[in-house]
């Protein structure tokens, strides 16, 4: 048999647990193709000796690489959307995060392959291949910029100062793309390979939100978020 004092410590943990802690609310979005499911190709590397053998399984067998620009699953989740607030902030303007964000080059493929930052934010450029690659970004609202890293172990730090989905190539390797979403808020996520994101602490409000594919496009969902909870947005790319 419980002693009070038990029992009173346990209505209030679960009081707690039920008052919410944070101010403003969040979005679980989740991104469906409808539509023919895409198949990937296997990369062809061979053009440099280095990056034809740079992907390998644990066991050292050469590893396959897959295409990046439709990644969806049997089940039709989209991985590589980024879903992020259109419209609704009004003229708040938010912090930059210190925080640096990463783009590598290992076994001549950009990791991540689509990514999102805040304008000004950081952003650290680096080779871990060692074999030459030159990062030239398509930047339209901004100057662009295009290096080369040629030795393992470069780094360079980089920045967008202005909002757009800035596409990133390298010119050495034409298989080899990236994107940067960059926005000049924090509300943006990019969805995993089960097709789901979240966004945290968004105040209460109504919202535009969108969801943009490089290769599916963008579609947009109006939602309402209210303090202390998680609106669920379901985003469905068609085949065009
Ligand atoms: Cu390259």
Redesign the pocket.
């Known amino acids: 048999m419980k002693t009070f004092a038990a029992k009173l410590g346990a209505m209030v943990l679960v009081a707690a647990i039920a008052q919410p802690v944070l101010a403003g609310g969040g979005v679980k979005a989740t991104a469906k193709f409808d539509g023919e499911r895409p198949r990937r190709t296997v990369l062809k590397m061979d053009a440099d000796q280095y990056c034809a053998t740079a992907n390998k399984k644990a066991d050292g067998s050469p590893k396959k690489v897959g295409s990046e620009e439709a990644i969806v699953s049997k089940s039709g989740m989209i991985k590589n959307v980024i879903v992020y607030v259109k419209d609704g902030l009004g003229d708040a303007e938010f912090e930059v995060p210190t925080e640096k964000a990463e783009l590598d ?1 290992k076994g ?1 493929m950009y990791h991540p392959h689509v990514q999102a930052v805040q304008a000004k934010q950081p952003i650290i450029v680096k080779n871990s291949d060692a074999t030459l ?2 990062i030239h970004s398509f930047a339209q609202k901004q100057k662009a910029f295009n290096f080369a890293q040629p030795k393992q172990g470069d780094e360079k730090e980089v920045s967008f100062a202005r909002p757009e989905i800035v596409k990133v190539k ?1 010119d ?2 034409p298989w ?1 793309s990236a994107y940067v979403g960059v926005f000049d808020h924090p509300f943006h996520a990019v969805t995993e390979k089960d097709g789901t994101c979240e966004l945290s602490d968004l105040p209460a409000g109504e919202y535009t939100l969108a969801a943009w594919h490089e290769t599916f496009g963008e579609v947009e969902q109006k939602v309402t978020v209210a303090d202390g909870a998680a609106a669920e947005v379901e985003f469905v790319f068609k085949e065009k």
Request: hydrophobic share 25%; charged share 0%.
């Open positions: 080059q001549c690659h030159n390298c050495v390797h080899m």
